[in-house]
């Protein structure tokens, strides 16, 4: 049997008016009812939860760690600083200028000045080097 291609037609229009009257439309605004009422407030409460722990809990407790910071471990810090420049870089200076630059000019003057004059010496009256 074949059925005309108007009869389908009009079997659709009232089929899909019903299927939409009530089917397709009470479950979109029962959807829309559950996103309304349960996903936003949800996340709105999340939100407001978020904004309170950060207002009542995140900031002052940062504040304080700053405070703490800036208060204890800078002056701390100096203190160190301090003490390394007390016990290790001043010596290392007065040891430096007090021992090893006399040490190294007297080495620089009295021997090795010396020791390379009479090796120019020695190069020069054998021909090795031109004086």
């Known amino acids: 049997m074949v059925v005309p291609a108007t009869w389908l037609w009009r079997l659709r229009h009232p089929v899909g008016r019903f299927l939409h009257r009530?089917?397709?439309?009470?479950?979109g605004v029962a959807v829309?009812?559950?996103?309304?009422?349960?996903?936003?407030?949800?996340?709105?409460?999340?939100?407001?939860?978020?904004?309170?722990?950060?207002r009542y809990l995140l900031r002052p407790v940062g504040l304080a760690v700053a405070w703490a910071w800036r208060?204890?471990?800078?002056p701390l810090f100096r203190g160190v600083v301090f003490l390394l420049r007390v016990t290790v870089v001043a010596p290392a200076r007065w040891t430096y200028r007090a021992v090893l630059a006399p040490a190294g000019r007297w080495l620089r003057d009295d021997i090795l000045r010396p020791i390379g004059a009479a090796v120019r010496e020695v190069l020069t009256a054998l021909g090795v080097r031109r004086g």
């Open 22 to 27: 009530y089917l397709l439309r009470p479950l």
């Open 32 to 54: 829309a009812w559950v996103w309304r009422y349960t996903v936003v407030a949800l996340f709105r409460g999340l939100v407001a939860i978020g904004r309170l722990g950060y």
């Open 71 to 74: 208060h204890t471990a800078v």
